[in-house]
């Protein structure tokens, strides 16, 4: 194995003692910088939408009628009328 004289000293010529050291050095390393980018670029994105969803403006209607609904709710019952329409459209015979 090679020794730097200085600190600032580039060690091209080292050699690698073992497979298990270059894999580590030119593979794993390499793989993890990679992993932990991703998830940070996904915790980032899991974060902005939480933010998003909490200062959402769900209800159209709330500072006419002076009512606010949670974006839960209105979600939930949009998606009920969603199903409860797709299975009226399924169901309910077509008349020509």
Not at 3 to 29: G, I, P, Q
Not at 42 to 58: D, I, P, S, T, W
Not at 69 to 96: D, H, Q, T
């Amino acid at each position: 194995m090679v020794t730097k004289s200085h600190f600032d000293e580039l060690a091209l010529d080292n050699r690698f003692d073992s497979d298990e050291e270059y894999f580590r050095v030119n593979v794993y390393l390499k793989v993890f910088d990679v992993i932990c980018v991703e998830l940070n670029h996904r915790f980032n994105g899991l974060y902005q939408r939480k933010e998003y969803v909490k200062y959402a403006k769900v209800f159209p209607f709330a500072d006419a009628l002076d009512f606010k609904i949670p974006s839960k709710w209105y979600r939930r019952a949009v998606g009920a009328l969603e199903i409860i329409c797709g299975i009226a459209m399924a169901f309910v015979p077509n008349r020509k």
